[in-house]
């Protein structure tokens, strides 16, 4: 709204604007005092008028020294636990994630609500254990499933908040038209509707999952060299085109899931790995810590670094298997409910507002992203939220854990977890429960669950977090299932534990 452009006379029944505020004759503001002091204060009255509206902040424009940071989440897509250097990677490097972490704060012990893909988003994005809301699977492509529209996502809240709000890269929360990205609260959206894609080639849109087109909002868009490279380009053009508005951009990298695939001359830098997969895998990392150098040199040309919340974690763990990563010292890969299926590297920056070098080592989560940036924003954080705003932590003025419990609930071989600050249960398949002081062994190598009397107490809080909880919305992929060779072998499967598990699956 705004006074000044406001078209169209006034109503009949008042004075038209050009009487309204007609000065006093010239020598008549000691004849008329009284007209003199009207007039002034008519002046007065619409100059307060127009401050006022021209104030009202927009979407469009909110420069103000009040307006809540820029807020951007990079998810990097089955980074393994020790391939970023502040986690002690060895055989190549990750200097733009690393000189992100050294200026703010790293978590040694962050987690995400699910081991593999869609479900860890749909998380990450509602502040809610998506358990609540039934999406325990990646939703099937073209079968119409996708996050339920019940859900409030984190780019509705941040546009009520007058925030411009930015997908690019992967979404995998449904394919079909009412769950993409525009749907449920992105002005904008570049990059892949599905669970992944070629990073050189596209087709058609009928063609199969990793081939079809990208999306720029609804037009079609080709893969156009490095994919990885071209979705770091298009998050660097979002930051430039919105920096005089708050913005939110969520830059939700492909990579390094598979396909294993890299440019030539990034594969080249790597030739001291001999083991091939590993040296694409390296390259394949190497082009996302490209792009977080991209994205934050364009926040300092802009001279935004201390008006911006970054965050930065992987989606969930590793799978060595299928991309060459490595979750070391942990147990477990992607899929499983030990550490190295939910564990990740976790980043939260903000210069002048945390401290560089800050180390924090209490569990904290990916649910805790969307309180944090809707109370940095200024906004109304939601009251059903499991997350918690992580700046009082950071701060020192909330002395206790940001979580009494956290849970995880894999359907895929009936996996169960939950942790307090000292102790981990871990249940999988039929196994009695397994015990670990995860503190101490982060490895999850010595279970103590026969000397420790926690394990009843612990599973019944994780029976009670899960038995409000409904059905899947649907049923998952085939690789979700416990049954896969690679995830049996992460469990430490035998093919008896894997009949009694059959024996007892749900449908």
Known sequence: MSLCVRPGPWPSSRREP????????????????????LYTVRVLILSLLVCCACSVPTRTGSA??????????????????????????????TPNIDRLAASGARFTDAYVTHPYCSPSRAGLLTGRYQHRFGHIHNPKFRAGD???LSETLLPEVLSQAGYVTGIVGKWHLGDAPPFRPRQRGFDEFFGILGGGHDYFRSAGPDAREYLIPLKRNDEDVPVEGCLTQQLSDAGVDFVRRHSESPFFLYLSYNAPHGPLQAPSELEERFQSIEDPRRRTYA??????DDGVGDIT?????LSLTERTLLFFLSDNGGPPFANASDNSPLRGVKGTVYEGGVRVPFVLAWPGRVSPGTVYDLPVSALDIFPTAVASAGANVPSNLDGVDLM????????????????WYAAGGDQYAIRTQDRKLVRTLTRDPELYDIQSDISESVDISAEDGSVAELESALDAWHATHPRPQWLGTARDRPISPNTVTALSADQSEIDAWLAVARP
Do not use: C, K
């Open 297 to 301: 040199e364009a926040i300092g040309d």
């Open 64 to 93: 103000g020294a009040d307006r809540g940071p820029n807020i951007i989440v990079i998810l990097a897509d089955d980074l393994g636990h020790a391939d970023v250097g502040f986690h002690g990677l060895t055989d190549f490097a």
């Open 392 to 407: 009082p932590h950071l701060s020192g003025s909330a002395t206790g854990p940001p979580h009494e419990h956290l849970y």
């Open 283 to 288: 390259a394949m990392v190497t082009s996302v």
């Open 18 to 37: 050009t009487q309204w505020l007609a000065p006093p004759a010239r020598g008549s503001w000691v004849a008329e005092p009284s007209r003199a002091i």
């Open 146 to 148: 996708g996050l339920p």
